[in-house]
């Protein structure tokens, strides 16, 4: 794949954070609030559907494709026109939010998501005997269209004047929920399991891995349930709910000591975590994904039901830990081993947008810094977002809290800024990868 692709992602993830910091820093400029609601909009679709979405086709294509696939017109056609499109709709809901053009954006993204899926599912090995890396990535393509109903049933509710329904706002959970859960989630897990592969698993991780996928990839249906607790479900839905959520702990749980046996092995740091910073990025990974799975199991125990949906700041709080502290550190975490050389290279150019010099020496010594600044800002942020929900829970508001998210979200972005230097160009060209055969 031509190297400069990486610029994309990396691009749309400093954008993103970008736009971040100026909506937390809107409380101060009140004459910019009324573009709130566009921004919003415009920062939410770049995230999921630019950063997300363009790094994900980037680690896929490159750990589980031919050299001569990776070549393929049709793949430098589709990239071509879904990043056109990612402009256009960060663009278009920049300055009208919900309108037209952000609509035909969104539509034509997802169509190219389909032609995407169909191609490359095509590619991969079939049989009985394909490993769990090859399992995931089937499972995330899956999630990745299944998603997409959520978008269509917006239409037809907004068309149908259903807006206000309740049915709506579930829609939009489910959207997300397949988004995250599903395809971020299950493509990063593939990324992960084609790594350890390459090594060589033994019997009993195998038997952990196929354990992990099938309990996960079978009750995401179902751990939807969890998103719409707030809907006041029957009482048998709410149980099918809490079965849900402490199936996805168990998978989890599975993975989670898998990677465990793995790094110490040492497998887990000669594959995936061997340059300087590429640690601390797995450990908030990780962290956060442990988290995440604690939190929607106690959203489940209807006692704490009213502090997880009722609580804007824990709303955000979750959504942030998920995007920003799982699958954002995941994902630089896994180009960051691309670059060092274990399924693909990355070539840095470091500053050069800056105008500064390349330096390998100065890229190398991004990723630590870049990493500290990251983690330190995302946990200060997830902490003042849940201690918020609590203590307006509790009636206490937190003093100076726009302030104080506004320093957070600063530190992440100059964490991010410094991370994306030592990534900023890709050199994939060549068959860098072993893949898997049928």
Partial sequence: MPRHWIRYPLLYLLVTAVTGLIIRSMFLIPSWQGAYSSLLHAHSHLALLGWAYSALLLLLCS?????????????????????????????????????????????????????????????????????????????ALFYLVFS?????????????????????????????????????????????????????????????????????????????????????LPVWLNAAATAAAVCQFAAVTAFLVLLRDSCREGTFRQQLAGIPGSMLLWRLAILSLGIKMIMELLSSVP??????????????????????????????????????????????VGLMWLGLFRSRLLRSELMRPGSILFAAGLTIHELLLFADGLCSYLGTPIPDLNALLLGASLAMLAGISLIAAGLWDWDAAGDHTEKHSA
């Fill in 148 to 232: 997409s109903v959520g978008p269509w049933s917006l239409a037809i509710m907004s068309a149908g004047g259903w807006k206000d329904s309740p049915w709506y706002d579930a829609a939009i959970y489910g959207y997300l929920h397949f988004q995250y859960n599903g395809w971020f989630t299950l493509a990063i897990f593939a990324c992960i399991y084609q790594a350890l592969e390459r090594h060589g698993l033994p019997q009993g991780q195998v038997v952990l891995g196929r354990l992990h996928y099938m309990l996960y990839s079978l009750t995401l249906i179902p751990a939807l349930l969890l998103s719409l607790l707030w809907m006041e």
């Fill in 303 to 348: 006692a704490l039901e009213t502090l997880a949906f009722s609580t804007r700041s824990v709303i955000i709080g979750y959504l942030h830990l998920v995007l920003l502290g799982f699958v954002t550190a995941a994902l630089l975490a896994l180009l960051r081993s691309e670059r060092s050389g274990t399924t693909g290279r990355l070539q840095g």
């Fill in 63 to 139: 750990r589980f494709l031919t050299a001569a696939d990776q070549q393929s017109r049709f793949l430098k056609l589709n990239w071509a026109a879904t990043q056109l499109t990612v402009i256009g709709m960060f663009a278009a809901f920049s300055l009208q939010g919900y309108g037209l053009f952000s609509i035909a954006f969104s539509t034509l993204h997802i169509l190219l998501s389909y032609s995407f899926t169909a191609w490359f599912w095509r590619r991969l090995p079939r049989g009985p005997a394909v490993p769990v890396s090859v399992r995931c990535v089937k499972a």
